[in-house]
Nanobody
Framework: QVQLVESGGGLVQAGGSLRLSCAAS????????MAWYRQAPGKQRELVAS???????NYADFVEGRFTLTRDNAKNAVFLQMNSLKPEDAAVYYC?????????????WGQGTQVTVSS
């Protein structure tokens, strides 16, 4: 019904940059909030950043101004530009989309994209 396609993960050196992308496609729907979460081995999944339907953003404290979350409503996509990456940023990053289909809100998760940061 709705598919989320994530891309942009990879291996970078500390201080490097990555741009994560997430695009939704499928049947007719209306996107509400979009967000990126991450989960490192042995840790709980945590919110990295979120963006509302109108573009209001919220960042976790650990971002410290290094990341920028944007969305392209025409393409039903969200992007996370990550700069000055640290080894502690290494995790699987998951796109999360809250959208409305027919009569209810539905939450979708991407498959996850691996971010590895070398020391």
């Amino acid at each position: 019904q709705v598919q989320l396609v994530e891309s942009g993960g990879g291996l970078v050196q500390a201080g490097g940059s990555l741009r994560l992308s997430c695009a939704a496609s499928g049947s007719s729907f209306k996107i509400n909030d979009m967000a990126w979460y991450r989960q490192a081995p042995g840790k709980q999944r945590e919110l990295v950043a979120s963006i509302s339907r109108t573009g209001t953003t919220n960042y976790a404290d650990f971002v410290e101004g290094r990341f920028t979350l944007t969305r392209d409503n025409a393409k039903n996509a969200v992007f996370l530009q990550m700069n000055s990456l640290k080894p502690e940023d290494a995790a699987v990053y998951y796109c999360n989309v809250d959208l409305f289909i027919d009569s209810d809100y539905v939450e979708y998760w991407g498959q996850g994209t691996q971010v590895t940061v070398s020391s």
